[in-house]
């Protein structure tokens, strides 16, 4: 019995310290600095049709201060999965990113 339970929170361990590293993606743009007027422009075609054009919110909900509840890894995920329908999936370069990040931290 006590060999399951050695075990069982051996790979326990293991599960959260491989599931809390950053994947290559997540890394590379989270080791770039963000330029946020590009950043606007990309939200301005890609994310305001449904955030609206100041971020306000419209179909999809406003993003004003959403840094503040919600990490960087946290923020790239929710862009680059589209778990949230009907936001669709959206896999930018690491640059365009971390540039789109950077705008989104100053709102």
């Known amino acids: 019995m006590i060999?399951?339970?050695v075990v069982g929170l051996?790979?326990?361990g293991f599960a959260?310290?491989?599931l809390d590293r950053p994947d290559?993606?997540?890394r590379e743009v989270l080791a770039l600095?963000?330029?946020r007027v590009?950043?606007?422009a990309i939200f301005q075609m890609n994310c305001a049709g449904c955030h609206g054009l100041e971020a306000n919110g419209r179909v999809g909900p406003s993003l004003k201060g959403v840094s503040e509840h919600r990490s960087k890894r946290r923020l790239i995920e929710?862009?680059?999965t589209g778990r949230t329908p009907p936001m669709p999936q959206f896999q930018p370069s690491p640059e365009v990113m971390a540039d789109l990040l950077?705008?989104?931290e100053s709102l």
């Open 3 to 5: 060999v399951f339970v």
């Open 10 to 12: 051996g790979l326990l």
């Open 16 to 18: 959260l310290q491989y």
């Open 24 to 26: 290559p993606y997540l």
């Open 33 to 35: 600095e963000g330029d």
């Open 38 to 40: 590009q950043g606007h």
């Open 78 to 80: 929710q862009v680059i």
């Open 102 to 104: 950077s705008y989104l």
